[in-house]
Structure formats: C-alpha cells, structure tokens
C-alpha cells in the first residue's frame, strides 16, 4: 500500500509515491459468460459462490458454467457483514475445501467473500477471489474489508481479500432499481471526492478520482432519463471501478469513518448515508483542497469554488431521488449528538472537533443545502 506522506508537502516536492494494485478487470456487456473460464485460468478447482438472492439467475449462470469447480452456494448476504454470518460462512467454505469464491451481487456479498478470505488459513495461497459486481460500491477494486459485531464496524486491510479477477457486466446492473442505482452512485462518488483529501492522495489518485466522478455522474444523468440504457450502465461500472481504485490508493478519511460509524452503530443503510453526509463533510474539506475541488466540479460539468462542490454534490443527489436527510434514515438528533462526542479523526486536512462533527451531523440531519 502507499506510504502515507502528507500530500501538500509531498506535491510541493514534486514527490509522491503510489502502488498500483494487481488485478483483473474484464468489461463488457455478456462478460458474466466468462467467469467460469476467468476462474480456470486462476487454476480454481473448487469455486463456492457467494450471491445476493437478487443475483440468483447470475448466479445460476455461474452454477452452470463452473460444472465440476462448483463447489457450493452461501446464502444470507447481510448488509455491513454481521460476524455471525461471517463465522457461518467461514465454516461452509472449510467443509467445501474451496479455494476460490465468486462473489456476485453489491458490497454486501463482496463484503462476505472478503470475510471469508481474511481469515482462512487452510489453504497456502489463501482463497482467490472473483467479483461479479451489481452495485456501483466498488468494493471489488479494494484490499479493504469490513465486519460488524456488538454495533461497532470494524475495517482493515489486507492483500488477501483483494479480488484477483473483477467481471463488470453492465447487463446485471440494467435492471437495478434506481433509488438504489442513484444510492449506490452515491457511495461511489464518495470514493472520488474523499480520494482527493485522505492523507495518502497523490496525483495519480487525483486523475482517477476525477475521471472517475466524471462517468458516475455522466452515467447517473442517463439512466435518470432511462434506467435500462446500457452504455449507461456500463458507463456507471467503470465509474465505480476508478471510485474503487481511488479508495483503494487513497484510503478513507472523515467522510468515510463518520458513515462507518453511523452504519455500525445505528444501522443506517451504508450507500444512502453517503449521500446525506458527503456534501457536508465536502463543504468543510474542500476548502483546503481547492485544486482538486475545482477538478472534481468540473467533472460534475460545473466550474466553481470549493462551497459550490459541495453544493453540485447536493443537487446531484436531491435530483436524483437520493435521501440527503439522515432523518429520513431513521437518525435522531440525540444520535447524531452522541455520534459526535465520541469521534476522531485524524489526518483530515482541516483540523475538526466535536463542535465541527456536530455541525457536519445536525446539517446531514436535516439536508442543509452547503
Ligand atoms: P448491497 O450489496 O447490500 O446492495 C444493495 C441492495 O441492492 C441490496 O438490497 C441488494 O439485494 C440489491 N441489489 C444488488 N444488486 C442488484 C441487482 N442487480 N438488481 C436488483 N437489486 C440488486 O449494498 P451496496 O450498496 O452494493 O454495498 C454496501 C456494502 O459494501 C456496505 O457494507 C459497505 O460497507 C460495503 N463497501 C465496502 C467497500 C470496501 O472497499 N470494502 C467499498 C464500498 C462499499
């Protein structure tokens, strides 16, 4: 992973330094045809795959493509990855001697397959992972796991659970409801804008943020205006392939710890969090990045200061039918208070107390426009 430099000092030396992560990512519209020989070509024997029950004819698809390396099916992909259906999937991958999973479905069923592998020991080269993403989450493009136990969600990182091989196949996103295509968009642009300010940011970082909100936004736009346009879709697939390799080189900051912490400890749906928060968390953050901020509204087709980010951010996501209101997520005003006193962060480019985080909370609460 990059070494964590301070990115003002690291430009104004001109020096940065940036890991390319390894991976495959195949694109295309009828590439789910190809997971089964992408798996061979890895050298999995026996694939368990993990889906959303949204993505059961997908996954009947791979069922059938694998024959002889199918080695299972797990059901019950739960939001944000509760321990319990971890450990359970953990024990039917031990008794199936897998040594791959192929996971179909959002964040969520990418999220299990990662549980599964960041734990198993059995096998030397650890579980190789194939990721068939119908969300725009973008997990799939990062080392980053996640679990939540007792209310708290808790994060790492870890090689291990990187998938070797991404299959983006619009066709498995075309129906996809749109208040959760526009959720989903959400969280992925979450991953472009915080990119630009998280510690580890380097210019590289940069290009694939921007040009990344520039399809997520660009591909949003299209299916608001019709939500079965393929190209869009595809559109919308690379975007959250860049957001996720964003994420993955620039790692999380204060937008992304505050939505982990609403998620675990509240239970907020995590992708429409995202949005009720990031224009917030923007129009504090942005300021201190302004030659990014400015990248990044261009890409949203704007031209303006760092506060009008924020607010291209809002408006993109208020038209798109997008709660921008925690409220409307079921948060109080006593949580978002209590969300507060306890939190803290470091390395956010602009120095934020417990009265900052408040402001942040109370004005995702009620959807202040910035
Ligand atoms: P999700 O996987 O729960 O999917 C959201 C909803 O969409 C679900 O109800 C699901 O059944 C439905 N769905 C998925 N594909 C569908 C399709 N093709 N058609 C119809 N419905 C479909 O959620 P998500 O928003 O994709 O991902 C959120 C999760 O991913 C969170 O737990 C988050 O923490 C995690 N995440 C992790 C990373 C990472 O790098 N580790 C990055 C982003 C998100």
């Given at each position: 992973m990059p070494r964590p430099v301070d990115s003002a000092e690291a430009l104004s030396q001109g020096a940065f330094v940036h890991t390319f992560l390894p991976g495959r990512v195949v694109?295309?519209?009828?590439?789910?045809?190809?997971?089964?020989?992408?798996?061979?070509?890895?050298?999995?024997?026996?694939?368990?795959?993990?889906?959303?029950?949204?993505?059961?004819?997908?996954?009947?698809?791979?069922?059938?493509?694998?024959?002889?390396?199918?080695?299972?099916?797990?059901?019950?992909?739960?939001?944000?990855?509760?321990?319990?259906?971890?450990?359970?999937?953990?024990?039917?991958?031990?008794?199936?001697?897998?040594?791959?999973?192929?996971?179909?479905?959002?964040?969520?069923?990418?999220?299990?397959?990662?549980?599964?592998?960041?734990?198993?020991?059995?096998?030397?080269?650890?579980?190789?992972?194939?990721?068939?993403?119908?969300?725009?989450?973008?997990?799939?493009?990062?080392?980053?796991?996640?679990?939540?136990?007792?209310?708290?969600?808790?994060?790492?990182?870890?090689?291990?659970?990187?998938?070797?091989?991404?299959?983006?196949?619009?066709?498995?996103?075309?129906?996809?409801?749109?208040?959760?295509?526009?959720?989903?968009?959400?969280?992925?642009?979450?991953?472009?804008?915080?990119?630009?300010?998280t510690p580890k940011a380097d210019p590289i970082t940069d290009i694939v943020a921007v040009e990344g909100l520039r399809a997520l936004s660009a591909g949003l736009r299209a299916v608001l205006a019709e939500s079965e346009d393929l190209d869009a879709r595809g559109k919308l697939l690379y975007g959250a392939c860049l957001a996720g390799s964003a994420l993955a080189t620039a790692g999380t900051g204060l937008h992304h710890k505050l939505c982990h912490l609403l998620g675990g400890t509240y239970g907020l749906p995590h992708a429409e969090t995202h949005a009720a928060v990031l224009p917030q968390v923007t129009r504090i953050n942005a300021p201190a990045v302004p030659e990014s901020a400015a990248r990044l509204s261009a890409a949203l087709g704007g031209s303006t200061d760092a506060v009008g980010l924020a607010r291209q951010l809002f408006d993109l996501f208020d038209g798109a039918g997008v709660a921008v209101k925690l409220r409307e997520l079921g948060l109080t005003e006593e949580q978002a208070d209590a969300a507060a006193a306890g939190f803290d962060v470091t390395g956010n480019p602009v120095v934020v107390g417990e009265d900052e985080i408040r402001e942040i909370l109370r004005r995702a609460l009620d959807g202040v426009r910035p």
């Open positions: 694109f295309g519209a009828g590439s789910l045809e190809r997971v089964a020989d992408e798996a061979a070509a890895l050298g999995v024997r026996r694939a368990l795959i993990v889906a959303t029950n949204s993505a059961r004819d997908a996954a009947d698809a791979v069922e059938a493509q694998l024959k002889d390396r199918f080695a299972g099916r797990i059901d019950g992909v739960a939001q944000h990855v509760p321990t319990e259906v971890a450990e359970n999937a953990r024990t039917k991958a031990g008794v199936a001697e897998a040594d791959a999973i192929i996971a179909i479905g959002g964040g969520s069923a990418v999220g299990l397959a990662k549980a599964i592998a960041r734990t198993h020991t059995r096998r030397p080269g650890g579980l190789a992972i194939v990721a068939v993403p119908t969300t725009y989450a973008g997990s799939e493009m990062t080392p980053v796991w996640g679990e939540t136990s007792g209310g708290s969600k808790s994060t790492g990182t870890d090689l291990k659970v990187l998938p070797r091989v991404v299959v983006y196949d619009p066709v498995l996103s075309q129906h996809l409801p749109i208040t959760v295509t526009a959720a989903s968009v959400a969280n992925a642009i979450a991953h472009c804008v915080e990119a630009v300010w």
